[in-house]
C-alpha cells in the first residue's frame, strides 16, 4: 500500500492533516496539505476506544470528500474483539452488534487485523485480512535465544485449550516439538481463577550417587515460552508462570520464562508481571510502554 494517512504517527503520515477537538469532546479531522489524488490509501490506527473509531470515521469521510476511491482500514488490535458472543440474556453479541456493523458501514476495500482473539471476527466483518503472530514470534524466540542448541531448550506454552490453536501453529512454524497445555479453573461467581494445571511439566527429582548420597540433577536451563494474543491485568500468565516455577524453579533448573502477546493492554501494571518473567514481547498495537520488562515491535511503521 503506497499512501496511508498515519492516525498513529501523525508526523510519518503520507497525507497531512489537523485533528481539532471541541469542548464537548467531538473530534474532527482535516486534511490540509495539497493532496495529489490517489486512487488507493490507507488508514492505520489503533482501535482502543469509541474516540478512535471517532477518528478513523472522520478521515474516511475527509478521504471520501476528496474522492479517493478505494479506502482500506489497519487496525492490528480491534475493539471488542473478546466480546463474540451474547453473554446474559439481555446483552449484546458486542462484535456482531455494535463495533463491526458501523466498520462494514464504511465500505474499506479492506479490514486487516493482526492476530485476533477470535474466529467470529471474521464472520462478521466484511472484507476482513489477518496477520498472524508469526513475525512477532520470530522476533522474540531470535531475542530469547537463536541458536539451534538452544532451541532444544525451548517449551512453548499454550494458557488454555483456547489459545491451542494459535500455538499450535507457531510449534508447527518453528519445528518446536516440546508443547504443554494448560489449564485455568475459574470461580463462576466471581471470574477469578482458583488454580491452574500444567501437565506435561517435567518432574524435579533427585538423582543418587554412586556413593549412596543424592541431589538435584545439574541445572538444564529450560526456557518456557507462553504465546497468547492478548494480556489485560495478567493474572492468567502469572498464575501460569508461578505453577512453572514452583514446580521447576530457576534455583535448581535454571529456568526461564517468557511471555510473547500481540497485544499488550497491562491494565494491572508491572510490578507482579516482574516477579514471574525474564521479558514479555509484544507489539505497539494498544500503546506505547516504557517497562525495562518490555520489549515491542512497531507494527504502525509502513
Known amino acids: 500500500?503506497?499512501?496511508?494517512?498515519?492516525?498513529?504517527?501523525?508526523?510519518?503520515?503520507?497525507?497531512?492533516?489537523?485533528?481539532?477537538?471541541?469542548?464537548?469532546?467531538?473530534?474532527?479531522?482535516?486534511?490540509?496539505?495539497?493532496?495529489?489524488?490517489?486512487?488507493?490509501?490507507?488508514?492505520?490506527?489503533?482501535?482502543?476506544?469509541?474516540?478512535?473509531?471517532?477518528?478513523?470515521?472522520?478521515?474516511?469521510?475527509?478521504?471520501?470528500?476528496?474522492?479517493?476511491?478505494?479506502?482500506?482500514?489497519?487496525?492490528?488490535?480491534?475493539?471488542?474483539?473478546?466480546?463474540?458472543?451474547?453473554?446474559?440474556?439481555?446483552?449484546?453479541?458486542?462484535?456482531?452488534?455494535?463495533?463491526?456493523?458501523?466498520?462494514?458501514?464504511?465500505?474499506?476495500?479492506?479490514?486487516?487485523?493482526?492476530?485476533?482473539?477470535?474466529?467470529?471476527?471474521?464472520?462478521?466483518?466484511?472484507?476482513?485480512?489477518?496477520?498472524?503472530?508469526?513475525?512477532?514470534?520470530?522476533?522474540?524466540?531470535?531475542?530469547?535465544?537463536?541458536?539451534?542448541?538452544?532451541?532444544?531448550?525451548?517449551?512453548?506454552v499454550s494458557p488454555d485449550a483456547g489459545a491451542l490453536k494459535k500455538v499450535f501453529h507457531v510449534a508447527e512454524h518453528f519445528e518446536i516439538d516440546k508443547l504443554i497445555i494448560a489449564s485455568k479453573h475459574?470461580?463462576?461467581?466471581t471470574g477469578r481463577i482458583t488454580h491452574t494445571e500444567v501437565p506435561g511439566l517435567p518432574k524435579l527429582e533427585m538423582v543418587n550417587t554412586k556413593y549412596g548420597d543424592s541431589h538435584f540433577p545439574p541445572p538444564t536451563g529450560e526456557k518456557y515460552v507462553i504465546v497468547d494474543d492478548i494480556c489485560d491485568g495478567g493474572r492468567t500468565f502469572i498464575e501460569l508462570a508461578k505453577v512453572i516455577l514452583k514446580e521447576r524453579p530457576k534455583s535448581y533448573c535454571g529456568t526461564e520464562v517468557y511471555l510473547i502477546v500481540t497485544h499488550g493492554i497491562f491494565s494491572a501494571g508491572f510490578e507482579t508481571l516482574n516477579q514471574y518473567f525474564d521479558k514479555i514481547y509484544t507489539t505497539n498495537s494498544v500503546k506505547e510502554i516504557e517497562n525495562e520488562l518490555v520489549e515491542q515491535i512497531n507494527v504502525f511503521n509502513n
Not at 12 to 31: A, H, R
Not at 57 to 79: D, G, M, R, W
Not at 186 to 189: G, L
Open 1 to 156: 500500500m503506497g499512501t496511508i494517512l498515519n492516525l498513529v504517527y501523525p508526523e510519518k503520515s503520507d497525507i497531512k492533516f489537523t485533528v481539532s477537538k471541541f469542548p464537548d469532546g467531538q473530534q474532527s479531522l482535516t486534511i490540509t496539505d495539497n493532496f495529489a489524488k490517489h486512487k488507493e490509501v490507507k488508514i492505520s490506527s489503533r482501535l482502543n476506544s469509541f474516540s478512535d473509531l471517532e477518528l478513523i470515521l472522520c478521515a474516511t469521510s475527509a478521504l471520501k470528500n476528496i474522492e479517493v476511491e478505494n479506502i482500506h482500514l489497519y487496525v492490528p488490535y480491534f475493539l471488542g474483539a473478546r466480546s463474540d458472543r451474547k453473554f446474559t440474556d439481555g446483552g449484546v453479541n458486542y462484535l456482531k452488534d455494535v463495533i463491526c456493523p458501523i466498520i462494514n458501514s464504511q465500505n474499506y476495500k479492506s479490514v486487516t487485523v493482526m492476530d485476533p482473539h477470535s474466529d467470529v471476527l471474521e464472520a462478521c466483518l466484511n472484507n476482513y485480512k489477518k496477520i498472524d503472530n508469526i513475525s512477532l514470534v520470530k522476533q522474540a524466540l531470535t531475542k530469547i535465544d537463536n541458536t539451534n542448541e538452544a532451541r532444544e531448550k525451548v517449551h512453548l
Open 186 to 189: 475459574r470461580d463462576i461467581k
